[in-house]
Antibody, heavy 117, light 107 residues
């Protein structure tokens, strides 16, 4: 059974960097593709970006200049960094596995990150 | 990028049928996937590739497609089906888009 668990600071100050880690069990991160998705309060789901097991990435153009997704194969973790955050980045952040390059089959429980001024 | 449009809300009585549409210009050539999202829980895939139901999803969930509109149908709605529902597709530019979301209320 594949399991994903997000972790990281729940409170980030405005203009600083948001960093989250997704620890994966039951699958090797180098064998699949992984995505970060977020849901701001009262809003819908938004794709942030994804990373292939090879390490290549693709990001939502609206966040492209601020986001970095990376792999740590030694720890089987997928990481998200989002720089220069504002209140608009307050959201529940999910990591998910991509299946067949088309959909998300396993999700973490989500991590609420609040950006404070 | 493109957009997927859903009705903001659908209300239905228990035992009745709920239909949720997802419209987008590119959907005639892309698969659509549907997720159920309950508060405090991770999204759950309920339909994949327009019409396929994952193992463990009740038969009352079904999907259909016609042109640029796909539909999630919940037949014989139960109280536990109250949730937000999102459609999602992936396009040829290696990006993913979610629909605007539909809140299903069971009266």
């Amino acid at each position: 059974q594949v399991q994903l668990q997000e972790s990281g600071p729940r409170l980030v100050k405005s203009s600083e960097t948001l960093s989250l880690t997704c620890t994966v069990s039951g699958a090797s991160i180098s064998s699949d593709s992984w995505s970060w998705i977020r849901q701001p309060p009262g809003e819908g789901l938004k794709w942030i970006g994804h990373i292939y097991g090879s390490g290549s990435t693709n990001y939502n153009p609206s966040l492209n200049s601020r986001v970095t997704i990376s792999l740590d194969t030694s720890k089987n973790q997928v990481s998200l960094r989002l720089t220069s955050v504002t209140a608009a980045d307050t959201a529940i952040y999910y990591c998910a596995r991509i299946r067949g390059g088309l959909w998300f089959d396993y999700w973490g429980q989500g991590s609420l990150v609040t950006v404070s001024s | 990028s493109y957009e997927l449009t859903q009705p903001p809300s659908v209300s239905v009585s228990p035992g009745q049928t709920a239909r949720i549409t997802c419209s987008g210009d590119t959907l005639s050539r892309q698969f659509v996937f549907w997720y159920q999202k309950k508060s405090g829980q991770a999204p759950l895939l309920v339909i994949y590739k327009d019409t396929q139901r994952p193992s463990g999803i009740p038969e009352r969930f079904s999907g259909s497609s016609s042109g640029t509109t796909v539909t999630l149908t919940i037949s014989g709605v139960q109280a536990e089906d109250e949730a937000e529902y999102y459609c999602q597709s992936a396009d040829s530019t290696d990006t993913y888009v979610f629909g605007t979301g539909t809140k299903v209320t069971v009266l």
